[in-house]
């Protein structure tokens, strides 16, 4: 029998017993939607992760001090304190692959201006940190290699320390604010970046040469850790290998010591927050995977049922010269179109609670057509499977017993 | 001229039930030729069925030659014998055994579905000639729920002719029918076999019989009478001479 009348003598069967096929999709439906909802929400915030960690920097290189394990112990990295002037001096000398590198320390404490005050962070770092990091400045100016070489008392402001200290509106620039007792002139202004994807608030921070945080704030010749830009996105992974070369030459350690620092691309970052929210994707979709084996079951029942119901109708057909193969594509087309307009409509319940999410809840989605296509495929195997042994059966009648059959 | 359409030799059916063998059919033959309308009698558990249903190609004989349209049947694959069933068999059933639910025009069209090489507009035409044939024109869009037991075996009739099989079967395709319908049914034969077409038609109704030009007698799975019939009545007539029910 030619496949468009299979299709058609399929969708009549589903015709005649309406809410008996809805029913029976329904598993189908339901999985479906699932399915899609779930990996939608789940490629959303992977998408809004990787934004946000890119806008930092996509090139972006961070080293860290200390190794992540010794002695089986973990340690605190701010502890370590393997990373020092020298190796920054040893990276800028003898890298290809990088185009900028700056130092960072911080230190805590209360920023005051006039009345007001506010407990923040004050990152110590070099005068390329704003092309590292991408941080824009609205007014004023960054300052230069020679604040950071006379260790001036300067400093640039995100807007939570503006908003925070300068409430009335005064213009900052020009203004001298007290860090633990030390004052900063304030020579610029960075723009407004907003909380990361951790809820860091990005503009909660003031920026000044490492130097002046290191001798007046600190006190210390270590570094927090030294971040850096690769030349090229490309070029990154290169960029770590080469940089831990350098630092391995710089700290002296033989073939077989483990590092005791880390170097750190952005791409680095994004797998490792990617793979969370993979493994979360996963089992939500582990999940919805079950009720589709559910709604399978329920297909494989209502063939069953419909076999059983058709008795007569097989053996007829037969009788009138239908083969087996003719019978077995007629009950697998049948289940085949329950299980693919189940999917249809539960991919188009998929995309509406997706938006519905999007919408009302303001959880960033994304519908992928990996998503529809995998759910299609994956509901035809359903129908096929489990429609595959109901149609054998059917199959495999007697028609002279089927016409008999009461 | 005198082709033989059917030819069996020494046909037995054996069935198994647990340990005990039901001989349904003990060695039976004999050859029916183009045009020939044949009834097959005997009472009840004689072997009608089930030699029908050989004849029919639904079963095959334990032992013996069948030979249909001058095709050796044994040894076909079922696939070979569906092909057969499609292209060479018109099966009429006691119990019609239409598609619940679904046109008479779509019920007649069925076993064209099946054959590949016939178009759906072909198709259609065939179906529609077929069901005027049995006097349904004007009852093509009707289920079978809607129409009376007479006109539900006429579309079974115009079903086992959309194929144009070289013998039409029929078991018992008036059983369910009241007198006058059976012999409207039987008219409808008479006038398919007048056209050519060669039936063999199993009944236990002597009268029913009278209708056909030949009439073989099982019993207990053998032969006992294969004799020509000699005043075949017309179904048509018969019918007139029939008391008119209205009246009564
Ligand atoms: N599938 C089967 N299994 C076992 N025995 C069978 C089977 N089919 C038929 N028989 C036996 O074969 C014999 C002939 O049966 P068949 O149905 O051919 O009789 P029949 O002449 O058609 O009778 P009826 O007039 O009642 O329809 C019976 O004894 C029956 O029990
Ligand atoms: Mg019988």
Not at chain 2, 213 to 242: F, M, S, W
Request: hydrophobic share 40%.
């Amino acid at each position: 029998m030619k496949t468009i009348n299979l299709i058609k003598i399929a969708w009549k069967a589903l015709q005649r017993n309406k809410t008996r096929a809805f029913l029976t999709m329904l598993g189908i439906i339901i999985g479906v939607a699932s399915v899609i909802a779930m990996m939608a929400i789940g490629e959303g915030s992977k998408q809004s992760i990787r934004n946000q960690i890119s806008s930092m920097g996509s090139n972006m290189l961070s080293i860290m001090p200390g190794s992540d394990f010794r002695g089986g112990v973990r340690r605190d990295n701010s502890e370590s304190q393997s990373l020092t002037l020298t190796d920054l001096k040893a990276l800028q000398t003898k890298s290809a692959t990088i185009s900028y590198i700056s130092p960072q320390v911080n230190g805590g404490g209360q920023a005051i201006f006039g009345s007001n005050n506010w407990p923040t962070s004050i990152y110590g770092v070099g005068e390329n940190y704003t092309d590292i990091r991408k941080l824009e400045i609205a007014s004023g100016v960054m300052f230069t290699e020679n604040d950071t070489k006379m260790a001036a008392k300067v400093a640039v402001i995100g807007q939570t320390i503006v908003e925070n200290l300068f409430g009335d509106g005064t213009d900052p620039v020009g203004q001298t604010i007290r860090f633990d007792r030390i004052p900063f002139k304030i020579i610029g202004v960075l723009k407004e970046k907003g909380t990361n994807t951790f809820g860091q608030d990005q503009d909660d921070i003031i920026l000044a040469p490492y130097t002046t945080v290191q001798k007046r704030i600190l006190a210390s010749e270590h570094l927090r850790s030294i971040v850096a830009s690769a030349k090229s996105e490309e070029i990154a992974d290169e960029a770590v290998e080469e940089l831990s070369d350098i630092l391995r030459v710089s700290h002296k350690l033989k073939a077989n010591d483990e590092d005791d620092f880390h170097v750190r691309s952005q791409q680095e970052l994004i797998s490792t927050f990617s793979s969370t929210t993979a493994i979360l994707t996963i089992l939500l979709v582990v999940i919805a995977s079950i009720s589709l084996v559910v709604g399978g079951i329920g297909i494989m029942n209502i063939m069953y049922v419909s076999v059983t119901e058709r008795t007569r109708e097989i053996g007829l057909r037969m009788a009138i010269g239908g083969r087996g193969v003719d019978i077995l594509m007629q009950f697998l087309v049948e289940a085949i179109l329950i299980s693919v307009t189940g999917g249809l409509i539960g991919v188009l319940l998929g995309i509406g609670s997706t938006l519905g999410v999007s919408t009302y809840l303001r959880w960033p989605t994304s519908v992928t057509s990996e998503s529809i296509i995998i759910s299609f495929l994956v509901c035809a195997i359903t129908g096929i499977f489990f429609g595959w042994y109901p149609a054998r059966k059917a199959a495999s009648l007697d028609p002279i017993v089927a016409l008999r059959y009461e | 001229m005198d082709k033989t359409i059917i030819k069996i030799e020494e046909i037995k059916r054996e069935f198994l039930i647990g340990n005990e063998t039901v001989r349904a059919l003990k060695g039976i033959n004999f050859s029916i030729t183009q045009g020939e309308f044949v009834t097959i009698m005997g009472t009840s558990g004689s072997g009608k069925s089930t030699l029908l249903n050989i004849l029919g190609c639904l079963d095959q004989p334990t032992s013996g030659i069948y030979e249909l349209d001058k095709v050796a049947v044994k040894n076909l694959s079922k696939n070979a014998l569906a092909k057969l069933r499609n292209e060479k068999i018109g099966f009429i059933f006691q119990s019609y055994n239409l598609l619940p639910r679904t046109t008479a025009l779509e019920n007649v069209e069925l076993p064209l579905y099946y054959n590949k090489t016939v178009s759906s507009k072909e198709r259609k035409e065939r179906a529609e000639n077929a069901l005027s044939l049995v006097g349904l024109a004007d009852r093509m869009d009707h289920t079978p729920s809607q129409l009376s037991g007479g006109q539900q075996q006429r579309v079974a009739i115009a079903r086992a002719i959309v194929n144009d099989p070289v013998v039409i079967l029929a078991d018992e395709a008036t059983g369910n029918l009241d007198t006058r319908t059976s012999y409207e049914i039987m008219a409808l034969f008479q006038d398919l076999n007048s056209r050519g077409k060669t039936i063999a038609f199993v009944t236990h109704e002597p009268d029913i019989a009278l209708f056909s030009n030949r009439t073989i007698v099982l019993r207990d799975g053998h032969k006992i009478k294969d004799n020509p019939v000699d005043n075949i009545n017309i179904a048509a007539e018969a019918l007139q001479k029939l008391p008119i029910e209205e009246e009564l």
